[in-house]
């Protein structure tokens, strides 16, 4: 079955609240990197009739990154939110890293409604898998709320990427203020720099 591919306006497309795949910094910086060398070469973004995003969100965020007008996507609308959500997860289980508190935390939210059987076949998991993920987890009403808190955490930690332009000449001055401040990379840098800068004002 062959799926028309549509432009859409970055800026109408929202990403999901539960995708539970996460990019580092570095991770992104080389997405980021094959972007601008050789443009949207990789898969269109897929979203719903509300211009959700159900797979692609890190590729449209490297688009926002870069100030794309629009993004290639394709139009899918599940069945129903957790149709949504197990194509989300068997889609990313097949690249990227993902939040295994997160994971535990949806897994466990559609077992309530589904079968291991219907689980394993459209998120890529085996059926073993799901049932070593779910004994992991130790359900309680208080460990999943422990898991909201730990993905919250998790997801308010994700690096940032910063998109600013300078002089050449102020570059220079960054450069410089950074190879003199304290801290093990750029943003604890600039952090430190910034830090000491606010207590003088």
Known sequence: MYTETVMVKTESITPNDY????MDESQFASLVADFQENGWVGQPV?????????????????????NYEKVPTVKFNPKDEDHQKMLTIGWNAKRGDM?????????????????????????GFSMNDIRERLASTMVTAEFIEELKKQAENHDANVPLLMNFAVT??????????????????????LTSVCLAYIKEN
């Open 46 to 66: 897929i979203i719903n009739e509300q211009n959700v995003i159900i797979d692609g969100e890190h590729r449209w965020r490297c688009a926002k990154f870069l």
């Open 168 to 189: 050449k000449e102020q570059e220079l001055v960054i450069q410089e203020a950074l190879e003199k401040a304290d801290g093990k990379t750029k943003g604890e840098k």
């Open 19 to 22: 995708n539970p795949n996460s």
């Open 99 to 123: 939040s295994p508190a997160k994971l535990a935390g949806i897994i466990q939210e559609l077992n309530q409604r589904h079968t291991l059987e219907d689980m394993s076949s459209k998120m």
